[in-house]
């Protein structure tokens, strides 16, 4: 999986996926990335990007966290 | 000082904050950081208008003995949000040390014996959580000693005397934490240690809370509180826009 690695804040920032959800019978669907250097940050900015509707959940991963299984354009069994 | 009063100062110091952390809301170091400030100062501009909510309900208003309206004295805010940030490091400084200091006294505030104060400001503590992960990550990155220095002094000065009115709000249990717990639970937020910081009681402002008597917040900014800038954009008279033609 490509991660970008971004440089233009405090040394090496990462991409951090924000996921939620607005009712408990609702899967977690991503919403929308950060890009910040370390979790707390990460938290503050994903907190304030995507506030405007009402979530009842919402969670952040790193996305080099993530593990992929394959990619668009890949097949499954590869 | 009453409990009033004290609210009072941290509503007036919780709208200034917000002002000055808007102000930041295209200057800050990144995109993500530009959307924090513009939402933090949101936050607190609102938890500002929750506090003077609660004014009327612990008795006599304390704004109607003020000047408001023509001195800028009359706003019970520290010496830090006189003047606009000049730099991220002010920004940090004060989001990190003076937004968790305002926190800890609402903390003690939603512990203590009195019930609107418990019921309304319960809710800033949530939204509080994420001002305090952006600044302790920002602090931690490294920011200018001079502004953090200062607002650590400031803190300090605007949590009072070891035998003032907090103490006497805290020994009546209004407050779940007097001046020293204060400073304690910020040094603990923080967990980095304060520079060691001598307070002269004997010249510090009472009602505004801060080390000496003189200064206040800038004419801008003054205006803006009074809704005098926004007038500059309004037209001269009622009939000033009535020749205008939309195609």
Redesign the interface.
């Known amino acids: 999986m490509k991660t970008h690695q971004y440089n233009?804040?405090?040394g090496q920032a990462q991409e951090y996926e924000v996921f939620a959800r607005k009712v408990r019978l609702e899967p977690l669907r991503q919403i929308g990335s950060?890009?910040?250097?370390?979790a707390?940050?990460a938290?503050?900015?994903a907190?304030?990007?995507y506030?405007e509707e009402r979530w009842v959940e919402m969670a952040i991963v790193r996305r080099d966290q993530l593990l992929q299984l394959w990619a668009p354009g890949e097949e499954p069994t590869e | 000082m009453s409990l009033g009063e004290l609210i009072l100062s941290l509503a007036d110091n919780k709208q200034l904050l917000g002002l000055r952390y808007a102000e930041w809301a295209t200057r800050a170091p990144s995109l993500e950081a530009d959307i924090a400030a513009a939402g933090m100062g949101l936050d607190d501009l609102g938890h500002c208008r929750v506090l003077y909510g609660c004014l009327e309900p612990l008795g006599d208003d304390p704004r109607g003995g003020l000047a408001r309206d023509q001195d800028p004295a009359g706003y019970l805010s520290l010496p830090y949000f006189d003047q606009p940030f000049p730099s991220w490091s002010h920004f940090v400084a004060a989001n990190a040390v003076l937004d968790t200091a305002f926190s800890a006294l609402i903390q003690a505030c939603v512990e203590g014996n009195v019930e609107v104060l418990q019921t309304r400001l319960r809710k800033m503590l949530m939204e509080e959580r994420y001002h305090f992960l952006h600044g302790r990550s920002w602090l931690r990155s490294g920011v200018e000693q001079e502004p953090l220095d200062e607002a650590w002094r400031q803190a300090l000065a605007w949590f009072g005397p070891p035998d003032g009115e907090v103490a006497a709000l805290h020994r009546d249990g209004a407050l779940s934490m007097g001046p020293a717990d204060l400073f304690k639970r910020l040094e603990e937020r923080l967990e980095v240690q304060p520079p060691r910081v001598a307070i002269d009681w004997q010249g510090w402002d009472p009602r505004r809370r801060r080390e000496g008597k003189g200064g206040g917040i800038d004419e801008r900014t003054f205006n803006m509180l009074r809704g005098l800038e926004e007038k500059r954009f309004m037209p001269a008279s009622p009939s000033a826009g009535a020749g205008r033609t939309d195609a």
Do not use: F, G, M, S
Request: glycine share 0%; hydrophobic share 45%.
């Open positions: 233009r804040v405090q950060v890009v910040a250097p370390d707390d940050l938290a503050a900015y907190r304030a990007t506030d």
